[in-house]
């Protein structure tokens, strides 16, 4: 069995290329024969996919590609002409891909990391073979520091976008984009369980405009605004609530210096608490994330799903902080896994108290694994297999092969 991967060169910090080659690396553990290609960006795609259009490869994986669309000189798509099926995996929520799931995708199976992004092609690309759901892995750094070792701050990593900007641009456009992105973002900030699209269909109800399966999807596309701004503000409440509580935050990431900026304007005396340390290599997060023993997590709008840094979080031994999911939920009550800790978004004063007391408390992560009889370790052998499976490359990559049939 042959597996091709491919990467887009330098996107999103690297980090496309840092997935494939994690997944690349359990399949050659596993004992399959793999290669893989770098693939340029924009029209210089189209080279480089040509190039392969050769090859005998089984399978093709690429994750996050902004290369399908692309077409030959024939006015063929590329994607399609490369032996082999194809798993694309899809890591952000597919409104942003509609000029790629829109196209003609043959033998194509869809990997999203959360149930409702399955459900969104399924429902607005029916044309698309197979969609799955496995979110991604995480990596787990060598020579950990033992717990009592680590740094006692809370962990955040993450990009910073400003509200205030985001509607500034909201601003310059027409008054019916105005007016959804306004209703929308109200539906989904006082109903989080929502999806985009029945947000906007509610939208839409509300302001007497008719809307179709066709128009969702572009509709949507148009106002990605909506979810940037959810996450952008989101993201700073968390934040917030939790300098308001006096926890020593570190934050990793573009775009914070102007949150300090904000800060010092508005409450300055929490500037005491939070500490900017720039961006990180995503290669370099899990000897990061290893460094500490707290880690802060939300989910953007993966309501059914996970977000990678809980998977790394917990495979590099930290109790994560994180609102919750149904996906997650289900592996933690099921699995009783300890170190996952829910916080509640409509009531982040008493999630970030929580987040005080534990930290302060120190006692969770032990007590999450046992205090050293037989039965605790036999339920942490339990918990570190769970742990792998719903959270470590390995794991992801043979639910994989079992989810796609590949031999």
């Known amino acids: 069995m042959k597996i091709l991967f491919l990467y887009e060169k330098n996107k999103c910090y690297d980090s496309f290329r840092y997935f494939t080659e994690c997944i690349k690396a359990e399949f050659d553990r596993l004992g399959y024969e793999t290669a893989i290609a770098p693939i340029g960006d924009k029209e210089k795609a189209i080279p480089d996919l040509v190039a392969l259009y050769d090859t005998d490869y089984d399978y093709v994986i690429d994750v996050a590609g902004a290369f399908l669309n692309k077409r030959d000189s024939d006015g063929e798509y590329c994607y399609n002409r490369i032996p082999g099926r194809k798993i694309h995996y899809v890591i952000d929520h597919p409104l942003y891909l509609r000029k790629i799931l829109s196209c003609p995708l043959k033998r194509t199976t869809c990997v999203c990391i959360d149930n409702n992004h399955a459900d969104y092609i399924r429902r607005f690309y029916p044309h698309i073979e197979d969609v799955i759901v496995d979110p991604l892995g995480g990596a787990t750094a060598q020579n950990q520091p033992v717990w009592e070792n680590r740094k006692n701050n809370l962990l955040f990593s993450g990009t910073y976008s400003s509200p205030e900007l ?172 300890k170190n996952i800790i829910f916080y509640f978004l409509d009531d982040m004063d008493e999630g970030a108290e929580t987040i005080r007391r534990i930290m302060e408390d120190g006692s969770s992560y032990e007590e999450g694994f046992g205090s050293g009889s037989e039965s605790d370790d036999n339920a942490d052998k339990a918990a570190e297999e769970c742990i792998n499976a719903a959270f470590s490359w390995e794991g992801h990559v043979k639910k994989l092969i079992a989810e796609t049939g590949i031999m």
């Open 166 to 337: 985001i509607l500034k641009q909201v601003k310059s456009e027409d008054e019916e984009f105005r007016q959804l992105f306004f209703k929308m973002t109200a539906l989904l900030l006082d109903e989080p369980s929502l999806t985009q699209e029945e947000a906007l269909e509610g939208a839409c109800n509300s302001l007497k405009i008719r809307i179709d399966d066709f128009a969702i999807p572009k509709l949507l596309e148009r106002l990605y605004l909506a979810d940037v701004y959810l996450r952008a503000v989101i993201r700073e409440e968390v934040i917030l609530a939790c300098l308001r509580k006096g926890i020593n935050v570190d934050v990793y990431g573009f775009g914070w210096e102007l949150f300090l900026k904000k800060l010092s304007l508005t409450e300055p005396s929490l500037l005491q608490y939070i500490n900017v340390k720039g961006q990180v290599p995503y290669r370099d997060t899990p000897k990061l994330f290893s460094e500490y023993k707290f880690v802060l997590n939300h989910m953007p709008w993966f309501k059914d799903g996970l977000h990678d840094r809980v998977p790394m979080a917990v495979m590099n031994g930290c109790v994560c902080f994180t609102d919750g999911t149904p996906y997650l939920e289900k592996i933690k009550n099921n699995k009783k896994i």
